[in-house]
Nanobody, 123 residues
Framework: VQLQAFGGGLVQAGGYLRLSCAAS????????VGWFRQAPGKEREFVLS????????AYSDSVKGRFTISRDYAKNTVYLQMNSLKPEDTAVYYC?????????????????WGQGTLVTVSS
């Protein structure tokens, strides 16, 4: 399966963006899908994840109340809605498919990754 993440850009603090993650050559069915981010000089960190079938979710404390994750079965696409953006949200955002349906926060539990999309939040 190949994942493509898009929708990043430059936004002012307090603004919003919606990222999309589309799968091709396969389906998310039976797996979890997660979003991670990596800021310059930092390790990749978990943002949130959703179980494709059932909708179980997990959120990083840093984005709770501001970011939400959703999915479109027909389009085989997962969305990351980011509201009330802060400069510290600036990073390259990656989507990934889990090795199973279990919602997990660990990078190593995801085995297919998109190419990343840059989100820059100006103050």
């Amino acid at each position: 399966v190949q994942l493509q993440a898009f929708g990043g850009g430059l936004v002012q603090a307090g603004g919003y963006l919606r990222l999309s993650c589309a799968a091709s050559g396969g389906t998310f069915s039976g797996y979890s899908v997660g979003w991670f981010r990596q800021a310059p000089g930092k390790e990749r960190e978990f943002v949130l994840s959703i179980r494709w079938s059932g909708g179980n979710t997990a959120y990083s404390d840093s984005v709770k109340g501001r970011f939400t994750i959703s999915r479109d079965y027909a389009k085989n696409t997962v969305y990351l809605q980011m509201n009330s953006l802060k400069p510290e949200d600036t990073a390259v955002y990656y989507c990934a498919q889990g090795r199973s349906a279990v919602v997990t926060t660990t990078v190593s539990n995801y085995n297919y990754w998109g190419q990343g999309t840059l989100v820059t939040v100006s103050s």
